[in-house]
């Protein structure tokens, strides 16, 4: 049987592996493995070990505790708001032209949202 958990990481792990362009292949090689096995880690087929979740962490660039955020001890209930946005193509396409900018120059942009918020 398949864990809520488990399904909640394999899907962080695809969400950030969309995030920054990366395919299934090119983190598989840069873990070691098989492209295959990252297809059963996203699906939550196969459970992710401490230490390979440790590695996938650091090929993509995020904590390990990136891909348990939004998990509640509700089954079922991912409770992750990023989660549901995530699906939407536009915003696929926000996140990944904001990688896209130069690290010095996306404060300025966070600067630009946050006066747009408050012109509500």
Same mark, same amino acid.
């Given at each position: 049987?398949?864990?809520?958990v &488990?399904?909640? $990481? *394999?899907?962080?792990?695809?969400?950030?592996?969309?995030?920054?362009?990366?395919?299934?292949?090119? /983190?598989?090689?840069?873990? *070691?493995i098989?492209?295959?096995?990252? @297809?059963?880690?996203?699906? #939550?087929a196969?459970?992710?070990?401490?230490? =390979?979740?440790? &590695?996938?962490a650091?090929?993509?660039?995020v904590?390990? #505790?990136?891909?348990? @955020?939004? $998990?509640?001890?509700?089954? #079922?209930?991912?409770?992750?708001?990023?989660s549901? /946005?995530?699906?939407?193509?536009? $915003?696929?396409?926000?996140?990944?032209?904001?990688?896209?900018?130069?690290? #010095?120059? =996306? *404060?300025? /942009?966070?600067?630009?949202? =946050?006066?747009?918020?408050?012109?509500?």
């Open positions: 049987m398949v864990h809520i &488990d399904t909640h $990481v *394999g899907k962080r792990i695809r969400q950030r592996r969309g995030m920054i362009e990366m395919t299934q292949q090119v /983190l598989a090689d840069r873990v *070691g098989k492209f295959q096995q990252i @297809q059963k880690y996203e699906t #939550g196969n459970r992710v070990s401490a230490s =390979r979740l440790w &590695d996938i650091n090929a993509m660039g904590p390990v #505790g990136f891909f348990f @955020q939004g $998990v509640t001890e509700n089954e #079922g209930e991912s409770g992750d708001v990023f549901d /946005l995530i699906v939407e193509e536009e $915003v696929v396409e926000l996140v990944q032209s904001y990688y896209a900018i130069p690290h #010095g120059q =996306r *404060g300025r /942009l966070m600067d630009l949202a =946050r006066a747009l918020i408050e012109v509500r």
